[in-house]
């Protein structure tokens, strides 16, 4: 009778031990869990792509819209790209992200989460970490939603080629006056509307000047000439006109001459 019980005891202690030995509170993964996990990863791989994209660009002096992402396939298998643009930029607007203003202090771009990921053992059932958009800006605008990585692009060049992009000569003119007189603060001098990204003549900028002036809408843009007759362009909402006289004869003429 004690060796019956002895056996029947046996397989129970058995059991027993293997319980003990398990991980006492370790959830079971489903596989619909796996499931979403897998297509999480999937989605993060694909948006690290994305914004790498946005940030190299940065690099060589280019904007990004949003809507580039559809036309290089960058959604995940089973996602629309539409879908996916729309999911990207959520997740930028919900996280911690760069504001559209000058910068402050010296900031750096997130590496690409491969480089991050190089030589580490990651499982595809592991949830990969959330990607680090503190860098980018959005800006929106009438022909789209547009990217660049505060870290490799300046505020005031993001927005020239902003402008630019949205075909507006005034806009962009007065945007520019605006941001140098408060942001340096200095005047603009027409030879500045000459160089990338605006390339306008000298006679294109006096007449975008013009324009402004008959439109009523901008009495802060003022324009200044130099001793030498060199027109430079402020904003008195920044610069008193006294400032804005003075300042441009230093840049114009003054300092050229006291290197």
Do not use: C
């Amino acid at each position: 009778m004690q060796e019956q019980s002895k056996e029947l005891a046996g397989p129970a202690s058995l059991d027993n031990e293997a319980v003990a030995a398990a991980p006492v509170g370790a959830p079971e993964v489903t596989p619909e869990e796996l499931e979403r996990i897998h297509a999480q990863n999937a989605f993060i791989r694909a948006m690290d792509e994305a914004l790498t994209d946005v940030r190299q660009r940065s690099y060589e002096g280019k904007l990004t819209k949003s809507s580039r992402w559809r036309k290089l396939a960058l959604a995940p298998a089973g996602m629309d790209g539409r879908a996916f643009e729309e999911q990207v930029l959520t997740y930028i607007e919900t996280h911690e992200h760069a504001e559209d203003t000058p910068a402050m202090g010296k900031l750096v771009a997130p590496k690409p989460l491969t480089v991050q990921l190089e030589g580490a053992d990651v499982s595809p059932d592991e949830p990969l970490p959330e990607l680090d958009v503190t860098d980018l800006v959005l800006i929106f605008g009438k022909k789209g939603i547009y990217l660049y990585s505060k870290a490799l692009m300046s505020h005031s060049f993001a927005h020239a080629l902003y402008q630019t992009a949205e075909n507006s000569a005034v806009a962009t003119f007065v945007d520019v006056v605006r941001s140098e007189s408060k942001n340096y603060p200095r005047p603009v001098s027409i030879g500045s509307f000459m160089n990338a990204p605006y390339l306008w003549a000298k006679s294109k900028t006096l007449e975008v000047f013009e324009q402004v002036q008959q439109s009523g809408s901008f009495d802060d843009i003022h324009m200044v000439r130099t001793s030498m007759n060199e027109p430079y362009f402020y904003s008195t909402l920044y610069l008193s006109d006294a400032q804005g006289k003075a300042l441009a004869e230093w840049y114009g003429v003054e300092k050229g001459m006291n290197p």
